[in-house]
């Protein structure tokens, strides 16, 4: 990969480590996916902290990505294609497509780990 001005990245990794409140090891997440990368972590992070999901279930959730483009994606064969028709009524342009992530995460909770593993791909949690 050639550097310089005017060069983008050829990856958006970002494994990410989350603390909380008081400073401790929240939540270990990361993805391949390229450019979806960034949507992938963002969308477990919110779905785990925020909406209480465990991280195997945030993990498992269907896609529904928009980066600023002229579409937004949704995840083929899973519940975000219902989210279409209400999209379009907003004027989105909708592009159904299949992804490729590979989330895998740990969540730290009090005297335990719990592992999340992206079932689109050929990743296990396995613990004892």
Known sequence: MSTGPGKRPRSSMSPTLVFGPD????????SPGGTNIIS?????IVTVLDWGMDVQSAI???HVINRNRKATELERDTAAV????PLEALGHRIKIRRFTSG??????????L?????PRREGVVMGD
Not at 40 to 44: L, S
Not at 82 to 85: D, H, N, S, T
Not at 103 to 112: D, F, M, N, S, T
């Open 23 to 30: 400073g401790g090891l929240r939540l270990v997440i990361g």
């Open 40 to 44: 992938y972590v963002a969308k477990t």
């Open 60 to 62: 498992a959730l269907p």
């Open 82 to 85: 219902a989210l279409r028709a």
């Open 103 to 112: 989330l895998q995460g740990i969540e730290v909770l009090p005297g335990r």
């Open 114 to 118: 719990v592992g999340g593993a992206d």
